[in-house]
């Protein structure tokens, strides 16, 4: 019902920035992107997927993890259903597939069980 397409990943050299963005479709008429509750998550190499900042339905609630805040920024664009993530200062560290996701309501939001993916984009940081 809901397709996530990630996009702006690639190479970047350390201290440097990149921003991502995610394009939804909806394929029911049941929920709104504004309803949604949005999420960037990513995936190291050789890791297990983690989240990195999460955005509420509404766009005035967001969550960073500590790693992430300061220089990560999550946003949206509902009259575009687009879901953006401004990285700056990265590091070699934020390698990762980055990937964007979407929960239905509040309660999976919370519990970052998240019931829609995306394919994730590549980010590379070289030092």
């Known amino acids: 019902q809901v397709q996530l397409v990630e996009s702006g990943g690639g190479s970047v050299q350390a201290g440097g920035s990149r921003s991502l963005s995610c394009k939804s479709i909806?394929?029911?008429?049941?929920?709104?992107?504004?309803?949604?509750?949005m999420g960037w998550f990513r995936q190291p190499p050789g890791k297990e997927r983690e989240v990195v900042a999460v955005i509420y339905s509404g766009e005035t609630t967001t969550y960073y993890t500590d790693d992430a805040k300061g220089r990560f920024t999550i946003s949206r664009e509902n009259a575009v259903n687009t879901l953006y993530l401004q990285m700056n200062k990265l590091k070699p560290e934020d390698t990762a597939n980055y990937f964007c996701?979407?929960?239905?309501?509040?309660?999976?939001?919370?519990?970052?069980?998240?019931?829609?993916w995306g394919k994730g984009t590549q980010v590379t940081v070289s030092s």
């Open positions: 996701a979407a929960a239905t309501d509040r309660d999976r939001c919370t519990s970052r069980e998240f019931n829609y």
């Open positions: 909806l394929w029911t008429h049941e929920i709104s992107f504004s309803q949604l509750c």
